[in-house]
């Protein structure tokens, strides 16, 4: 095929390799040209074109030109303007042709502030075999006149061509799989390995520390397949992906260490983020990658916790005193096999803090083994003597100012100075391997190179370790009373309410990336109460209600992608995994999530007025309840037995399971109908014209009147004709889903075959690798596939796609001539409403993706807030001036 590409502007053009930003230059977003316009009016550059996309700042737009995809970018860093000195009429879905006006641009306003008007116009080459840009014109040009030709082959026309037979199994093998594409895809939407200073992950995401923000494609990657959504954290792009993010992880790693391509940095802006924010992505990037560790160990001493319910295994403690238990023994005389599976569990709960250490470290860049021996320092083992009060060390009080009586048993021991074993003060130690980090970088400037090996050690050692004894930690230990003492006063909130509160926060924390923090509270007051917490509950209580609210949703739904989404988001909800579901489903449709942060606030309150605490950490999810059946994991007493407690958690779960799941199906609306969305529009119009005009009340009836007049248009056979086509929309749309899990199915099946294939290759194994390419080539369910998309057509053309829209156009008509009629609605405000009212007159179509949403830029929501300020300041003044 061949396009014809014209000048859109009078101008200067320029090959694309000769664009300041290296992200065109390098073609990381397609090949093509630069013009730098001499004119302010754009125009089109082609034939005829649709118009796929138009940024919000209007600086950029997207094309489709004859199946090839174009973006047209104006200005180098326009972003920043946030749409001043653009104007454009283009809607998407607009037929444009090279005499229609595209935008108009102030080149004076981008001179002024310094602003490039370098104009990159680029169309995407990775969808075409083989193309070709001929006779590109450089130079000065006028606007319309014919720059170059693009020549290309487009997918559709390669399968006409004869197809390669590859008998060769190491070629064959020679392919990416799923997890290999969908990384290169990420790694190319996040502006490539030169745009992050650091990829890694947690449980469920990828977290990139991101240097220019302006790089990243949250809406490309938003359609990536394995992406369930994303979140910013200051600078940290969280992309959440699910319990596979472990191998989408690796095999971005692998691109980024096989690609020699954009070594050179594209430098970064000097974007200041609040102190807050930049705590927050410390914090989580040294604790989350612990957390796998945890994991293991507390499944560990879930399996303890069993063996000691059932009296197999002898309760291990460090000392015998006058309230211990038949079956506690002396880890000195306990048998050896049960000491060793108790050091397996219980060591690295008790020096979790060298852990934490290492972790640090590694976050900081503190070279050497720096970590490990100041983490082995302030998590000092011959501190802990019996193991202290908790099992975790002991305290030495340094200074005593007697006895306070606040009736707060954590306020009261704000008196006594004292210092700790450093195991679980999880700041200090963070904030000992900073200090170490900052200072062995300025003992490297100052000291020979030949006393450097020896003495900055030493100096570390000596100015840390004492710092964070003496300083950090006495600070630590204040503010962690104080905030002990906040959390007892929740907790005392009557009947459960205190924590049922906290209960039902974790879930909306999860969505921003705040979980964490949540989880800090829960891990002091875990420390704090001999190894059981209140909080603790929160996060496997407000899981359930989430998957109980996505099961409602599932129950009820009758739009079969939506069911397959959602049926395919349990699995990782059953084992602790939400964001999925969030992200997915319940935040998007809103109601599900409430429902799932109500019952978990039932079951919260429910589980607190019982007394139950969250003791040993035995894994999330379905394994997660094991730990409640165990008694506190550093001595301290329960309020209830373990039994108790673990029934009674597990009745919790089930509240918050089934209440989740009635008030999901009670609540949820596949979608909002037209009357509802329509009445919601007039009655904000009627508020606005009010605010406006400042209406009486006889006013408002007249315009209340007009309303039930609209509203009344829609009749019982408007209604019935809008269900009926619902209704086959819907069918269509389940076969649909059917093809497209064929087509899954197929595609993992092949992306597996392949795996092995590379495997075998790669062992020289060339015999059992051609088996696999024959069963590679036998998996093809084209001929059923040809069937369901015979049906789906059949299906389609049963949809009433004329009475729908003749329906929603002719109401259209007669509302605006309604609102026209209105002595009290101004024209600009019936010109604002008019494509809302559009909007929700075919909700029906735009719901399904059957057509898109025509969004005014104006906010009626805002317009209110607007004049609703407007007329405050306004009294004020009158006061004022009177």
Known sequence: MEIIIYAPVDGEIKSIEKCKDSMFADRMLGDGLVIIPSKNTFKGFFDMATVTMIFDTKHAYGFDV??????????????????????TNL???????????????DLKLLKDKNISAETPIVFEFNQLKEYQIKDLKTGMVKQGEQICTIEYINEKETTKKETKIVTDPAEFFNVSGIYERGAKDINAFVGNQANYDEVYNCMTRLRFKIKD????????????SLVKGTVWNGNELQVVIGQ?????????????????????SLGSRNVKIPLGRKLLAMFSGIMVKIIPIMVGAGLIQAIIAILIQVGVMPNIVFKITAESAANDVLITQAPIGWAILF???????????????VSAANYFKLEGLMGVALGIILCCPMMFYDGGPLGIGNEFILFDFGDLNTGNPMLDGISKIKINTMNTKIFVIVGAIYTAKVLDTWLKSVIPVALELMFRPFIVILVVAPLAFFGYGIVWNFVETLFGALMFYVGKIPVGIGVGIFVALWQVAVIFGLHIMLSLISTLDHFQNGGQSIYGIAGSLSVWAQVGALIGVIVVTQNSKLRKQGLGMLPAGFLGITEPILYGINLPKKRPLFSGVAAAFIAGAFANILGVTKRASSGIGVFEAIGFFSEPIYNGKGAISPIENG???????????????????????????????????????????????????????????????????????TKKEIIQNE??????L?????????????????????????KLIAKEKFDKASLLMHRYNALDCTETVNQLRSLKEELYKEIDFAALNNTAAKMQNDIEQILANSKYLSDDLINEVKLMIYNNLNSVQIHYGLLEVKNPNVNLNNLIDDQKSLLKKQKKENVINA
Not at 213 to 221: A, G, S, Y
Not at 343 to 353: D, I, N
Not at 727 to 732: A, T
């Open 91 to 105: 809607t998407v879905g607009t037929k444009v042709t090279k005499n229609d006006e595209l935008f108009n641009v």
């Open 647 to 717: 029934v009674y958690y597990l009745l919790a779960c089930a509240i918050a399971l089934g209440l989740a799941i009635l008030f999901s199906m009670l609540s949820y609306k596949e979608r909002v109908n037209e009357k509802t969305l329509l009445t919601k529009t007039l009655e904000k119009t009627i508020l606005l014209a009010k605010l406006q005009l400042n209406l009486t009340i006889d006013d408002v009836k007249t315009l209340k009147n007009d309303e039930h007049q609209i509203l009344s248009l829609f009749t019982k056979e």
């Open 727 to 732: 209704k086959r929309i819907q069918k269509w």
């Open 734 to 758: 389940r076969v649909s889903e059917k093809i497209n899990t064929l087509l899954e199915k197929e595609e993992i099946a092949k992306d597996k075959l392949i795996t092995q294939g590379k």
């Open 244 to 264: 596979d993010v472990f191998k989408v992880k690796d095999e971005i790693i692998k691109d980024n260490s096989n690609s020699n391509a954009l070594k050179a």
């Open 343 to 357: 050091a397996m569990g219980k060591s690295t709960t008790y020096f979790v803090g060298i852990i934490i250490a």
């Open 66 to 87: 004859d199946g090839l995809q174009f973006l047209l970018h104006c200005g180098m860093d326009t972003v920043s303007l946030d749409g001043e000195g653009f104007k």
């Open 213 to 224: 923000k302006q790089l990243v494609n949250i809406d490309e990657l938003k359609k990536i």
